[in-house]
């Protein structure tokens, strides 16, 4: 297997307005497109914000309509995998998620909806149920959604399913970015995986709605716990080549994965 590299594209999200959000991940794929980019990972959120009102169901999307039918075309031009969350306007209920959305460049799409909403969202969201997993360059990949990481549950499932990797898409407030750098080694350490968190950074500034300062620090983390490549706030993208050497390396080193391990967890 080659070694093939993510990007995590740390951007700022503009609330409730899915044709800026898009033309911003399109900059960023043109951006990476000479990089030898495998997959690129956005954050929580990317193509449409939010906000716990009803306003955020104006800009919420099909998972079949245009905008994403326009992300679908961009990853084929780019020649990328492309993971983007969204909120999702349900086709098959009334309901709305905080879903996000793998596609590769030969147009094939993979949903997960977010199953631990956080605060607000539980006022104006579905929560998920069921965990999701895509084969990706990086191998096998359980897709995460920022609150879903502080579940020891939902990662000990990923680890009986021996995942290579977690992409996490996430919107950390700023005040617990301790938590979520912490959370992101935890998770690699815990499965002996390859962790890709990236997280949105900015400011919400929305009428009526508080102002959030969201954390950035998109990191990607090594199998072993260790944070191989990092940013702090600024908008920019974080390019890392996942060696599977490492990982092989690294799980012979830390047997959680062994037949005993796995069934007693």
């Not at 800009?59 to 780019?78: C, N, Q, T, V």
């Not at 929560?127 to 995460?144: K, Q």
């Not at 499965?191 to 508080?210: L, S």
Request: aromatic share 8%; glycine share 8%.
């Amino acid at each position: 297997m080659s070694a093939p590299t993510v990007a995590a594209c740390q951007i700022a999200v503009a609330d409730l307005d899915p044709a800026a959000n898009l033309a911003t991940i399109g900059e960023r794929l043109a951006a990476v497109d000479s990089a030898g980019v495998d997959v690129a990972v956005f954050p929580e959120y990317a193509l449409t914000g939010f906000v716990a009102d009803d306003r955020v169901y104006a800009a919420a999307l099909d998972r079949d309509g245009a905008i994403l039918d326009r992300l679908a075309a961009a990853a084929a031009e780019h020649d990328v995998a492309v993971l983007a969350g969204y909120v999702e306007d349900a086709p098959d209920s009334d309901a709305y998620h905080n879903t996000v959305v793998y596609v590769t460049p030969g147009g094939e799409r993979t949903h997960y909806r977010k199953r631990h909403l956080w605060a607000g969202e539980q006022d104006a969201l579905t929560p998920g149920t069921e965990p999701v997993i895509v084969d990706t360059p990086v191998g096998r990949t359980g897709l995460v959604t920022c609150y879903d990481l502080n579940f020891v549950a939902v990662s000990a499932a990923f680890t009986r399913e021996r995942v290579d990797a977690l992409f996490v898409v996430g919107a950390w407030p700023g005040t617990y970015s301790e938590n979520w750098r912490l959370l992101l080694r935890a998770r690699a350490l815990d499965g002996v995986r390859w962790v890709v968190g990236c997280g949105r950074t900015g400011r919400r500034t929305i009428p009526d709605a508080p102002v959030v300062e969201y954390a950035g620090r998109s990191a990607v983390v090594r199998p072993d716990g260790v944070v191989c490549q990092a940013l702090n706030r600024g908008q920019r993208t974080l390019t890392a080549t996942l060696d599977p050497d490492v990982l092989a390396e690294q799980r012979a080193f830390i047997p959680v994965l062994s037949a005993d391990s796995t069934s007693r967890g």
